[in-house]
């Protein structure tokens, strides 16, 4: 590193971008909390933020979206042609489409600002914010620069009035898996099935605890709480419970994936993504075990390679693919040995 003789070559620096003062300080001195990060320098828009990049050299990225002069979509455009890094979108606008172009654009992932732009309650972030920095020691740059380089065209829907004996999709990922979750999604055509994710902080419909699963749903896993899945009389539904003792993950992918393959057996796909850790890895034998199908992402495109790499470890995957080949390779399970063409509803 440049300045090795200041900061420790462990150390990971950090860029603060955002037009608000209140806001530079506040996450800067949240950075800093922990001894392993460094904030090298912080930003008020993005033509800062591009001198700041130039001069520091960091390694990850913290960025607001919404600021005068440049904002963060056009920096987030130069940052990955010109030095792709690891970005945190930081947005007081977590459910609206610009997160979504920010993913689309090379972030790795995003915190939503509790209370708006400039909030007294911003430092609610604090855990969730230093545990996403640090793990960027792990992250793989050069597929973030792939995933955004290529791009992806959605493939047209399935037919209506398909029909497949699969039950259920259950996902599970963590750090780069917003980016990666939104890919799959965009590119799978609507399955007559529901999809559970298990992946903290990003929601596209939040599991409710006792919620039927309606098919062409996406459940993503409440924050901070363990999701299951359970039969009832009239079919598969949401079970959200508080994490216990024994559970390291907290959503846990070892849970959705144990009590999926408990409730489905041979009619579900388990799918490891992107993310830290070993978390899936234990469960997915369970579903191999029960016959259902076992896909993980492959070193190609996984931003971190940590869950889907355990996961192979096991034996248990059937399929180690790249994230662009992922949504295909569900919709085969789905509709084995027949084409798109060819689906019909068995009388």
Same mark, same amino acid.
């Given at each position: 590193?440049?300045?090795?003789?200041?900061?420790?070559?462990?150390?990971?620096?950090?860029?603060?971008?955002?037009?608000?003062?209140?806001?530079?300080?506040?996450?800067?001195?949240?950075?800093?909390?922990?001894?392993?990060?460094?904030?090298?320098?912080?930003?008020?828009?993005?033509?800062?933020?591009?001198?700041?990049?130039?001069?520091?050299?960091?390694?990850?990225?913290?960025?607001?979206?919404?600021?005068?002069?440049?904002?963060?979509?056009?920096?987030?455009?130069?940052?990955?042609?010109?030095?792709?890094?690891?970005?945190?979108?930081?947005?007081?606008?977590?459910?609206?489409?610009?997160?979504?172009?920010?993913?689309?654009?090379?972030?790795?992932?995003?915190?939503?600002?509790?209370?708006?732009?400039?909030?007294?309650?911003?430092?609610?972030?604090?855990?969730?914010?230093?545990?996403?920095?640090?793990?960027?020691?792990?992250?793989?740059?050069?597929?973030?620069?792939?995933?955004?380089?290529?791009?992806?065209?959605?493939?047209?829907?399935?037919?209506?009035?398909?029909?497949?004996?699969?039950?259920? @999709? +259950?996902? *599970?990922?963590?750090?780069?898996?917003? &980016?990666?979750?939104?890919? #799959? =999604?965009? !590119?799978?055509?609507?399955?007559?099935?529901?999809?559970?994710?298990?992946?903290?902080?990003?929601?596209?419909?939040?599991?409710?605890?006792?919620?039927?699963?309606?098919?062409?749903?996406?459940?993503?896993?409440?924050?901070?709480?363990?999701?299951?899945?359970?039969?009832?009389?009239?079919?598969?539904?949401?079970?959200? @419970? +508080?994490? *216990?003792?024994?559970?390291?993950?907290? &959503?846990?992918?070892?849970? #959705? =994936?144990? !009590?999926?393959?408990?409730?489905?057996?041979?009619?579900?796909?388990?799918?490891?993504?992107?993310?830290?850790?070993?978390?899936?890895?234990?469960?997915?034998?369970?579903?191999?075990?029960?016959?259902?199908?076992?896909?993980?992402?492959?070193?190609?495109?996984?931003?971190?390679?940590?869950?889907?790499?355990?996961?192979?470890?096991?034996?248990?995957?059937?399929?180690?693919?790249?994230?662009?080949?992922?949504?295909?390779?569900?919709?085969?399970?789905?509709?084995?040995?027949?084409?798109?063409?060819?689906?019909?509803?068995?009388?």
């Amino acid at each position: 590193m440049r300045h090795g003789a200041a900061v420790p070559y462990t150390m990971i620096k950090a860029l603060v971008v955002d037009d608000s003062a209140y806001n530079r300080v506040s996450i800067s001195r949240m950075l800093e909390s922990d001894s392993r990060i460094k904030v090298v320098a912080t930003a008020i828009n993005g033509e800062d933020a591009i001198k700041q990049v130039m001069r520091h050299e960091p390694d990850v990225i913290t960025l607001d979206l919404e600021m005068p002069v440049m904002d963060g979509f056009s920096f987030l455009r130069w940052l990955m042609q010109n030095r792709p890094t690891a970005v945190i979108a930081v947005s007081s606008r977590s459910n609206d489409r610009s997160v979504f172009k920010a993913l689309e654009l090379g972030a790795i992932d995003f915190i939503a600002k509790p209370g708006g732009n400039v909030s007294p309650r911003l430092e609610e972030i604090q855990t969730d914010l230093v545990s996403k920095v640090l793990q960027i020691g792990d992250l793989r740059i050069e597929n973030i620069k792939k995933r955004v380089e290529a791009g992806f065209s959605p493939p047209a829907p399935a037919e209506a009035g398909a029909y497949t004996l699969i039950q259920l @999709v +259950a996902i *599970g990922c963590s750090t780069g898996g917003p &980016p990666a979750l939104q890919h #799959l =999604f965009e !590119s799978l055509p609507l399955l007559p099935l529901p999809i559970v994710v298990a992946q903290s902080k990003y929601a596209v419909k939040e599991a409710v605890h006792g919620e039927p699963l309606g098919v062409g749903v996406v459940y993503v896993a409440p924050g901070g709480m363990v999701t299951e899945v359970q039969r009832s009389a009239d079919g598969l539904r949401a079970r959200i @419970v +508080a994490p *216990g003792p024994n559970d390291l993950y907290a &959503p846990s992918v070892d849970r #959705l =994936f144990g !009590s999926a393959s408990d409730t489905c057996g041979e009619r579900m796909i388990a799918v490891i993504m992107t993310g830290m850790g070993d978390d899936g890895a234990e469960a997915i034998r369970k579903v191999r075990q029960r016959g259902g199908k076992t896909i993980a992402e492959s070193p190609d495109t996984a931003i971190i390679f940590g869950m889907p790499n355990q996961a192979i470890k096991t034996g248990a995957v059937d399929q180690v693919l790249p994230l662009n080949e992922i949504a295909g390779a569900i919709e085969r399970l789905c509709y084995p040995r027949v084409s798109r063409d060819e689906r019909r509803i068995e009388s």
